[in-house]
Structures are given as structure tokens and as C-alpha cells.
């Protein structure tokens, strides 16, 4: 499976913006790029997922880079409750998600 | 309740003792993962079914670990002879598959083993 590498941690102020960055250069052309995210105590949640083309929905903004080799998590209005950890995974068609370590974002009041 | 379910919340047992962790999906998805975390880690895959059948199941770390699903619903992680090591948060996912393929997975709050 493609690999991705992400940060081990970040920090953010409360109501400003979050760039979650992702690093995959292996990246095939069949591979989705999806974030999910994990609240303490829970189960991972979707967040986000595309192919080629910038992605918006109401959670959070995917940026993809041209050459799909790194992408970018945008939060744009950091919450308290968005303090979680973020993993960015690779996902071919109907395949399983591989985790990695993610990223442990801290949101500071 | 409209999410994937998993039973027990909490399991203690001691070592050498047979387990049984149980997910109930969201009604209709028919695919089925199972994931295990550790602290501090990431969840590691285990199994996948589709329907019935295990799709893929090289995650499985040994012949002590089972998963049944025989109705493509209510599926069991059966753990035979626990060890200290298999201690960890066992997370159920359900999605439907279908969707161009991406379906996103819905998680379950995960069986908390632990092995003494």
C-alpha cells in the first residue's frame, strides 16, 4: 500500500485556521486520498475524500496538489472539539483503510 | 440506534480464556471491518468481509483470531487463547460499498479488551 506521512503532532488557535499537511509520492492513479478523524475515547470519523480536484464539504476543505504526490486538511475555524487526531490514508477503489500514526491536533482556547 | 454497535464495551479477562466481541452495522452496508488500536497507534485492519464472505483477512495476526459473519450482518472477532498482547480497542466498521467505490467507513466506539 501507498504510504503517507503527516506530522506526528500540530497546534492551532480556537476560530483560526488549520493546515493539515500530508506527504504520499507514491501515490498511485487509482488511490483516493480520505482523512478521517479520531475524538479521545471514540471510533474514527470521515471526514473528507478526493481524487484530483480540490474537495469541499461542511466538516473541512481537501486541497490536492497537482501531481497528487501531497494534499492539505483545511479547517478553516479551529473548534475545541476539533482537537483530535487526523490520519490521511490512501485508498484504492473498494480497498481497506490502512492507518497510520496521523497527526494529534491541539486546540488552544 | 442508527450506528454501528459493538458489545461488549468492556471486556477483562485473564490469559488463556476464550473471547467474543460482537458488531452489529448500520442496517443495509454491506461491507464489514474489523480494526484493532493499541495505545498511541493508529488502528491496525484485521478483516474485511462483503457480505458473508471474508473479502480479505491478511490482517489477522494469528490462527488464535476468528471472524464470523453468517448472516452479512451481526458479525463476531472470536480471540481464542488470549494473550497479554491482545489488550487493545477493537474497532467494527461498517459502509456500504457501491458508491464509486469510496464509501466511507462508519466506525463503532470499539470493545475495550483487556488481558491480564
Known amino acids: 500500500d501507498a504510504k503517507t506521512t503527516q506530522p506526528n503532532s500540530m497546534e492551532s488557535n480556537e476560530e483560526e485556521p488549520v493546515h493539515l499537511p500530508c506527504n504520499h509520492s507514491t501515490i498511485s492513479g487509482t488511490d483516493y486520498i480520505h482523512w478521517y478523524r479520531q475524538l479521545p475515547s471514540q471510533g474514527p470519523e470521515y471526514v473528507i475524500h478526493?481524487?484530483?480536484s480540490n474537495v469541499n464539504n461542511r466538516m473541512a476543505s481537501l486541497a490536492i496538489a497537482e501531481d497528487r504526490k501531497s494534499s492539505t486538511l483545511i479547517l478553516h475555524r479551529a473548534t475545541l472539539r476539533d482537537a483530535a487526531v487526523y490520519y490521511c490514508?490512501?485508498?484504492?477503489?473498494?480497498?481497506?483503510?490502512?492507518f497510520g500514526k496521523g497527526t494529534k491536533l491541539s486546540v488552544k482556547p | 440506534g442508527a450506528g454501528v454497535s459493538q458489545t461488549p464495551s468492556n471486556k477483562v479477562t485473564e490469559k488463556g480464556k476464550y473471547v467474543e466481541l460482537r458488531c452489529d452495522p448500520i442496517s443495509g452496508h454491506t461491507a464489514l471491518y474489523w480494526y484493532r488500536q493499541s495505545l498511541g497507534q493508529g488502528p491496525e485492519f484485521l478483516i474485511y468481509?462483503?457480505?458473508?464472505?471474508?473479502?480479505?483477512d491478511s490482517g489477522l495476526p494469528n490462527d488464535r483470531f476468528f471472524a464470523v459473519r453468517p448472516e452479512g450482518s451481526v458479525s463476531t472477532l472470536k480471540i481464542q487463547r488470549t494473550e497479554r498482547g491482545d489488550s487493545a480497542v477493537y474497532l467494527c466498521a461498517s459502509s456500504l460499498v457501491g458508491q464509486g467505490g469510496t464509501g466511507e467507513l462508519f466506525f463503532g466506539e470499539g470493545s475495550r479488551l483487556t488481558v491480564l
Open positions: 490514508i490512501l485508498r484504492w477503489s473498494q480497498g481497506n483503510l490502512i
Open positions: 468481509f462483503q457480505g458473508t464472505g471474508a473479502a480479505d
Open positions: 478526493g481524487l484530483t
